[in-house]
């Protein structure tokens, strides 16, 4: 079993703005393609057996992939797809739109992102968004983490402000996308003590020293268990994703440096964590 569980698709030109696209180009020092309509997505999952898809919704940015066009892709393709949510705490009902994607859309779970939405974690408007999560059996992808853009707030970002959550809502299950970076050693501290709680590998395998660093502090805190394998397409691919983490040691020849454990590697990529966060 192999599942992505960090995707996304949307129409460059109508859902994100032109400032996101440009300031996007900071992720990699490589350029970055960020067309990812449904067909391409389509494409490049060829391989995987079940893949995640987000909506992307910040009024903070002006950015709006919306659930009902998620939705209908994942719904050309049920037996692979499933689709997360987009929605954003300043919303005027958030909890009627959550409703309306889980019993209407057939939605799976919520993307939120404090950093692109400009909210604090535990802000009250997003506490009733949590509470309806937890009551309809909805996981909760998060990025919180850093990422580009100019405006969106870094004072909202880090990892740590997620204990709140996960103990105000104990049966609430929830990832953190790229290990927070590049705040991982307190998502790290978080997966450690939190049951519900878990994280994704996408999107760092293109800084590889960083990258070496988030896997053995994992490994030696003892929760690779808990990491899940994603990509965070169209930022990066499968085959790319599954290739540098077999590769994560070459970096370290002729030195006595520690090792990651390619054995937890292998089982990281057969996880199935829509099993663990009950998404089927
Ligand atoms: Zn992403």
Redesign the pocket.
């Known amino acids: 079993m192999l599942v992505d569980c960090?995707?996304?698709i949307w129409l460059a030109d109508q859902q994100l703005t032109p400032e996101f696209i440009r300031e996007a180009q900071l992720m990699r020092s490589d350029p970055v393609d960020m067309t990812t309509t449904p067909e391409q997505h389509w494409a490049a999952q060829a391989e995987v057996d079940k893949v995640v898809v987000?909506a992307?919704e910040s009024t903070h940015l002006g950015i709006h992939v919306d659930n009902d066009f998620v939705a209908g892709y994942c719904r050309q393709h049920p037996e692979k797809l499933l689709g997360l949510a987009g929605v954003d705490p300043y919303w005027p009902d958030p909890v009627a739109e959550i409703e309306r994607c889980k019993h209407g859309l057939g939605m799976k779970g919520l993307k939120m992102s404090p950093i692109y939405q400009g909210f604090h974690p535990m802000d009250e408007r997003a506490v009733r968004i949590y509470a309806a999560a937890e009551r309809l059996g909805m996981p909760i992808l998060f990025?919180q983490g850093t990422t580009f853009p100019r405006r969106a707030p870094l004072k909202y970002a880090h990892p740590e402000q997620l204990e709140e959550v996960a103990l105000a809502f104990p049966k609430l299950k929830f990832w953190i996308?790229?290990f927070g970076h590049p705040w991982y050693e307190e998502t790290v501290c978080l997966i450690r003590k939190q049951p519900n709680v878990f994280t994704d590998l996408?999107?760092l395998w293109y800084r590889p020293w960083q990258y070496y660093n988030i896997l053995m502090c994992a490994q030696e805190y003892g929760v690779l268990h808990k990491v899940f394998f994603g990509t965070?397409f169209p930022?990066a691919t499968v085959a790319d994703t599954i290739d540098a983490n077999r590769r994560i040691n070459e970096q370290l020849e002729g030195t006595r440096l520690p090792r990651v454990d390619l054995d937890q590697i292998e089982r990281i990529i057969a996880r199935n964590p829509l099993e663990i966060l009950e998404m089927e």
């Open positions: 960090h995707t996304h987000l992307f990025h996308a790229h996408s999107a965070d930022v």
